[in-house]
Structure formats: structure tokens, C-alpha cells
């Protein structure tokens, strides 16, 4: 059975030895989805009610939220002090448990470069500079970014590893309307060029089970984003959580959350679609907590991970 080309083997590959991602949450940040610049409410499936509530937290930062107009940030201290503190203990657990050697700096809650450039420039800039960091891994919307920072960027790369990461989702407008995403695939599939044009690495989120949408919407979503030049990917079911606009569309019956029988064979098809050279980060999601109102089926990892390499079987890979 030949193991699909994962994001792991390609760090190994490009560092020797084992590299891992250390997810990192800052206080403060938000996103234009959320905040009214673009929609409000968010996507359908986010739980965002409790945007500033995070384990996390600092205190002092309670409510405070940074957007790209902000002129000044009086807490950026203690937001270098939070990414400090967190890099500190999860790469510490990285490397007792797991062996890790070197790490990428994983901005990944809300939307990691709608802040004013200055506060971006000093948090990349702090992270790049802890022991055995090989580089950053931006997660963010294509509409809260700007040709300033993607240049700010590519010049950081010149000498470390960075990677943005864009929610596509799906390549259908009338979907990405009716999950109150707030931008279309254009905007996606322009700054991800516009990425790849300055030398930065690409890794693109793509949703199966959004409403509506039939298994061959999903296939061309990928398919499209392949196109794109999207280097690393990241497959998710869409699942419904307590507290959203979508739990209130599945309790009146108006969204069907996908089955795993089709999530599979939806996920096998655009494995076996996806060039090569294409580095797989996630094949499902899921939550196993009461937060999960559907499906079931995505509470627990190993029983997913599990039936996910049974149906890669037949086409002799494996995850
Ligand atoms: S872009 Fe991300 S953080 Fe913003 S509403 Fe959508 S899922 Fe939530």
C-alpha cells in the first residue's frame, strides 16, 4: 500500500527530520465575516459567538479587536507575550511526546493578517525568531489580505518557510451565498494567485457537504482548486456545531449533513485527482464533544481515519 504524499513526509523531505506545526491562538484578532466590515454572523457552520472567550485568553484583551484600520495597537505586548507563552509550552509537548525536532509557527484561529501590517510584522517577526523555528504557516480569507503583506512575505520566505493558508471552500458562488461567506471563489482564486506569483506556498481548505451541493460540485471544487496551484490541501466534512446558523437550518430540516459513505467516496476521487506533488494536511474533521449536533459519524477521529484508509484500499494508498 503506497502512503499518500502527506504534509509530514514533505517536511521531512525538506528539513530531515521531524517538523511540526504549533497551532497558536492570539487575542485580538477577529475576522471581517464577523465583525460587520464585510457580514456579520459569520460563516453558517462558525461558532463565533464566543470569539473572545477563547482558552487562551488574556484578560486584558477581552474584547478588544484589531481590524486593517486599527492605527495603533496598545496590547501588542502582551500578544508577543501570549504567542511566546503558547509556542513555549505546545512545542515543548511537541517534542516529549512526539519527538518533534523543528516547528512551523501555525497562526491559525480567526483571521491571521486582518490587523494593521505593523502588528503583523512584529508577531511573524517574534515567532520567526524562537529556537527551531523553520517558518510560519498564516491561516487567513483572500479578502483580508493585502499586496503590502504578500510582499512582506515573500521576502520572509527568502530565508524561512511560509505558507498562507485560504478557506476556498467551494468554487460555486450560490454556495459560498448561502453559507454567508462573505467573498466568491474569484477573490479566492485571484489571491491565491496573486500568492503563488510572489514565490509564497499555498495550502487550500475545501468543505464537502455544503448545502446543496451534489458530490460532482465537490469533485469540480477541487479539481478547480488544484488548478489553482494550491501546493498542500486540506479536506473537511461539513459538520454542525451548537450555536450556529447552520444548527438552526438542520434542526428545521433544511441541511442534510453529508453521509460518510458519500464523504469517502468523494474524498477518494479527489485524492486520485490531486497532482502529486499536492502534500495532504487533513482528510476529515470533527468534534467529539456536545457541541456536535451531525453527523455522528464525525465524532470519533480514529474510527474516521479508519474507514477513510479502507476506502483508499482498493486504489492502494493509505493515509
Ligand atoms: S472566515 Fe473563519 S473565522 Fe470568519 S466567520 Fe468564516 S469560519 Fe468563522
Redesign the pocket.
Given at each position: 500500500m503506497k502512503q499518500i504524499y502527506t504534509y509530514g513526509n514533505y517536511l521531512k523531505d525538506k528539513f530531515g527530520c521531524k517538523v511540526y506545526k504549533v497551532g497558536i491562538n492570539i487575542s485580538g484578532f477577529t475576522?471581517p465575516?464577523?465583525d460587520g466590515t464585510v457580514a456579520k454572523g459569520?460563516?453558517t457552520?462558525?461558532e463565533?459567538d464566543s470569539f473572545s472567550a477563547s482558552a487562551n485568553e488574556v484578560q486584558e484583551l477581552k474584547g478588544f479587536h484589531l481590524n486593517l484600520d486599527s492605527k495603533e495597537n496598545k496590547f501588542l505586548d502582551k500578544q508577543l507575550l501570549q504567542l511566546t507563552q503558547q509556542f513555549e509550552s505546545i512545542s515543548a509537548r511537541q517534542k516529549r511526546e512526539y519527538g518533534a525536532e523543528k516547528f512551523l509557527v501555525y497562526f491559525q484561529s480567526?483571521?491571521n493578517t486582518y490587523a494593521p501590517f505593523e502588528t503583523l510584522k512584529a508577531l511573524y517577526e517574534k515567532a520567526l525568531s524562537f529556537e527551531n523555528v523553520v517558518g510560519l504557516s498564516i491561516g487567513t480569507?483572500s479578502d483580508s489580505i493585502t499586496q503590502e503583506t504578500l510582499e512582506y512575505l515573500a521576502k520572509l520566505n527568502e530565508n524561512k518557510e511560509i505558507w498562507i493558508e485560504f478557506?476556498i471552500q467551494s468554487i460555486y458562488d450560490e454556495t459560498l451565498i448561502k453559507i454567508n461567506?462573505g467573498h466568491d471563489a474569484a477573490n479566492v482564486k485571484e489571491w491565491i494567485q496573486k500568492s503563488k506569483k510572489v514565490g509564497l506556498n499555498v495550502c487550500g481548505h475545501l468543505i464537502f457537504g455544503l448545502p446543496d451541493e451534489t458530490p460532482s460540485m465537490m469533485i469540480e471544487t477541487a479539481k478547480e482548486a488544484y488548478k489553482w496551484g494550491i501546493d498542500s490541501v486540506k479536506y473537511h466534512p461539513l459538520y454542525v456545531v451548537k450555536r450556529t446558523a447552520l444548527a438552526n437550518d438542520f434542526k428545521s430540516g433544511k441541511f442534510t449533513p453529508i453521509s460518510e459513505a458519500e464523504y469517502l467516496d468523494v474524498l477518494v476521487q479527489t485524492i486520485q485527482l490531486k497532482p502529486v506533488h499536492v502534500s495532504v494536511q487533513r482528510v476529515t474533521a470533527g468534534i467529539n464533544d456536545d457541541s456536535l449536533l451531525s453527523p455522528n459519524w464525525c465524532r470519533d477521529k480514529n474510527i474516521q481515519i479508519k474507514n477513510i484508509n479502507a476506502a483508499l484500499k482498493p486504489i492502494g494508498l493509505k493515509y
Open positions: 475576522c465575516n464577523i459569520g460563516c457552520f462558525c463565533n480567526f483571521t480569507r478557506g461567506r
